[in-house]
C-alpha cells in the first residue's frame, strides 16, 4: 500500500511460550501495509512443519483443530496471488507455543531457520506449465561461501546463493519429489528445525 514502507504481520495470539488448554489453536494476527483478498492477496500459515494453509481474511483468525498435545511452532508470511511469499524480515513472525503441556522447542530462534512453502498439491494444465519453488528464510543470509540452499528435484540438486524464487517449466505429467535444505559453509546441513523438507507434488499436463 506504501512502497516505503515495509509490509509487517505479528501473530498476537498465541503467545510465544503460551500453554493453551485446548486442542483448538486460533491463530490471531496484525497486517500493516498489505490487503487480504479472496483469491489474491493471502497469507501462508505453517504448523509445525505441515504444508502451508493459505488464509485471505485478515479480520478473522487461522483455526486449527485437533492439534496434539505438547509443544508446536506457527511460522507465517504474507504472499502475493501466485503464492510468492514477501521477503522483508518484518514480513516474517514465529511463534513457539504448547498445547496442555510442554515439550521441546524444536526451534532455536538464534540460529538459521528454512521454512517450506511451494511447491504444494496438484498442477493441472497450464497451472502445471511453470511452477514455483519458494521459501522463507530467517537468520541467514545465502552467498557463495556462505549459507546456500540445495533443493533436490527428482534426485537432481541444485545450489541457490541468492534468495529468490525459482520456477520449473516443463515437468512432465506424474508424481514429483522434491527435497529443500539449508546447508553451511561446510556443504553440511544446518542442524535446526527443519531445516530439510522433503514433499511430493503432482503434475496433471491435458
Given at each position: 500500500?506504501?512502497?516505503?514502507?515495509?509490509?509487517?504481520?505479528?501473530?498476537?495470539?498465541?503467545?510465544?511460550?503460551?500453554?493453551?488448554?485446548?486442542?483448538?489453536?486460533?491463530?490471531?494476527?496484525?497486517?500493516?501495509?498489505?490487503?487480504?483478498a479472496q483469491g489474491e492477496n493471502h497469507i501462508h500459515v505453517i504448523l509445525d512443519n505441515q504444508p502451508y494453509r493459505p488464509h485471505y481474511d485478515e479480520n478473522a483468525p487461522v483455526v486449527?483443530?485437533?492439534?496434539?498435545?505438547?509443544?508446536?511452532?506457527?511460522?507465517?508470511?504474507?504472499?502475493?496471488?501466485?503464492?510468492?511469499?514477501?521477503?522483508?524480515?518484518?514480513?516474517?513472525?514465529?511463534?513457539?507455543?504448547?498445547?496442555?503441556?510442554?515439550?521441546?522447542?524444536?526451534?532455536?530462534?538464534?540460529?538459521?531457520?528454512?521454512?517450506?512453502?511451494?511447491?504444494?498439491?496438484?498442477?493441472?494444465?497450464?497451472?502445471?506449465?511453470?511452477?514455483?519453488?519458494d521459501f522463507w528464510l530467517w537468520n541467514a543470509d545465502l552467498r557463495e561461501g556462505g549459507y546456500q540452499v540445495r533443493y533436490t528435484l527428482d534426485g537432481k540438486s541444485h545450489l541457490l546463493?541468492?534468495?529468490?524464487?525459482?520456477?520449473?517449466?516443463?515437468?512432465?505429467?506424474?508424481?514429483?519429489?522434491?527435497?529443500?535444505?539449508?546447508?553451511?559453509?561446510?556443504?553440511?546441513?544446518?542442524?535446526?528445525?527443519?531445516?530439510?523438507?522433503?514433499?511430493?507434488?503432482?503434475?496433471?499436463?491435458?
Amino acid at each position: 500500500l506504501d512502497p516505503s514502507k515495509p509490509i509487517t504481520l505479528k501473530i498476537t495470539s498465541p503467545k510465544e511460550g503460551e500453554v493453551l488448554l485446548t486442542n483448538e489453536v486460533k491463530m490471531r494476527f496484525e497486517l500493516t501495509n498489505y490487503d487480504l483478498a479472496q483469491g489474491e492477496n493471502h497469507i501462508h500459515v505453517i504448523l509445525d512443519n505441515q504444508p502451508y494453509r493459505p488464509h485471505y481474511d485478515e479480520n478473522a483468525p487461522v483455526v486449527f483443530k485437533d492439534v496434539p498435545e505438547g509443544t508446536h511452532v506457527l511460522r507465517t508470511f504474507p504472499s502475493r496471488p501466485w503464492h510468492e511469499s514477501w521477503k522483508n524480515q518484518e514480513a516474517f513472525e514465529m511463534v513457539t507455543f504448547h498445547v496442555k503441556k510442554k515439550g521441546k522447542n524444536p526451534i532455536d530462534y538464534a540460529k538459521p531457520v528454512l521454512t517450506f512453502s511451494r511447491p504444494k498439491g496438484v498442477y493441472e494444465g497450464e497451472k502445471g506449465e511453470k511452477i514455483l519453488l519458494d521459501f522463507w528464510l530467517w537468520n541467514a543470509d545465502l552467498r557463495e561461501g556462505g549459507y546456500q540452499v540445495r533443493y533436490t528435484l527428482d534426485g537432481k540438486s541444485h545450489l541457490l546463493a541468492k534468495w529468490e524464487p525459482v520456477w520449473w517449466e516443463g515437468l512432465t505429467s506424474g508424481t514429483h519429489t522434491i527435497v529443500l535444505e539449508l546447508l553451511d559453509s561446510n556443504g553440511k546441513l544446518v542442524n535446526n528445525g527443519w531445516n530439510r523438507t522433503e514433499r511430493t507434488f503432482e503434475v496433471k499436463n491435458e
